[in-house]
């Protein structure tokens, strides 16, 4: 078994290509698991909500007493199991095989032929590719280990912000303590990650009071928040993990993408102006592209500008 396991670590170290593919299997398991965060965890939070505002208000004002019959059932990333929404069939192991599973039940439940949306399979893609591309780029080294962690975050928070225009603090707070941590350890020269804590420090205050301040600005003029705080502490992860000297490449990157995409949804499908566009997603890529090739992006554009 030690021999197995040496010949298994001597594989992923010396050889590239099998480290990234490893990388891309375990990537599309973790988007299977994604799935069920993206789908549970602001329903958990909603409860979570209720029960705090019970809590404060009372249950004469906020709602009528339960009975023992009324109270919810356990309802976490664990229990209970994954069930079909509609007949309730519980979904099996074989049946929850990342994108085989779904080309294989040809998108539609085992039980009662519902469709299973398109969007389970394309996490799951998505998350093993950006994987892939993760390991490829750090290779076998401890620091990829938080890159993936920080990929699979973003993945996680771009889905549940387009879903329900909401940044969880359940995942912002830990990127941006996870940020900090490791401003402490030694910056791996190749890739010039992680930042020194004077970095990381001054990134995430920065990260965070800018776009609380242009916030605050805004609302002074317009009577209604811009952005919500969500966005300001994914800034200020971002600040945490990259320094503050990629804030402004992240920053200009997210709002063009944003405003492009805003302009063609109100051009080409007539969105209305004043329906808010979370800004999340774009805030998520444009980190991410930071993480990916954001040293090269920099010297790209300071070489252009002189």
């Known amino acids: 078994m030690q021999d197995l396991l040496g010949s298994l670590l001597y594989l992923l170290t010396s050889s590239p290509t099998a480290w990234t593919v490893s990388m891309l299997v375990l990537g599309l398991l973790i988007g299977s698991f994604l799935n069920v965060v993206i789908h549970r965890l602001p329903l958990m939070k909603e409860r979570e909500w209720r029960e705090q505002a019970r809590d404060i208000l009372g249950p004469d004002i906020y709602d009528p007493p339960r009975t023992e019959a009324d109270k919810p059932q356990p309802y976490n990333l664990v229990v209970p199991r994954s069930a079909c929404p509609k007949c309730g069939a519980q979904i099996t192991a074989l049946q929850n095989i990342p994108i085989i599973s779904y080309l294989f039940l040809r998108g539609a439940c085992a039980n009662c032929k519902t469709r299973i949306p398109i969007r389970y399979p394309v996490v799951e893609f998505v998350t093993g590719v950006l994987s892939a591309a993760v390991a490829w780029k750090f290779g076998f080294t401890w620091y990829c280990g938080a ?47 992680p930042v020194d804590a004077h970095s990381s420090i001054l990134g995430a205050a920065a990260g965070y009071m800018s776009l609380w301040t242009v916030n605050k600005a805004y609302k002074l003029i317009a009577k209604q928040d811009g952005m919500g705080y969500g966005d300001f502490k994914l800034f200020a992860a971002f600040g945490a993990w990259f320094g503050w000297q990629k804030l402004l490449l992240i920053i200009l990157m997210s709002a063009f993408t944003g405003a492009a995409v805003g302009i063609a949804l109100m051009i080409f499908q007539g969105r209305d102006k004043r329906i808010p566009i979370p800004f999340g997603p774009f805030l998520a890529a444009a980190g991410w592209i930071a993480l990916m090739w954001g040293d090269r992006l920099m010297s790209l554009y300071w070489h252009r500008a002189s």
């Open 147 to 193: 890159a993936l962690v920080l990929t699979w975050a973003l993945v996680a928070l771009t889905v549940i912000d387009l879903d329900r225009m909401l940044l969880l603090d359940d995942i912002t707070l830990p990127l941006l303590w996870l940020g900090l941590l490791m401003s402490v350890v030694p910056t791996l020269p190749e890739f010039g990650l």
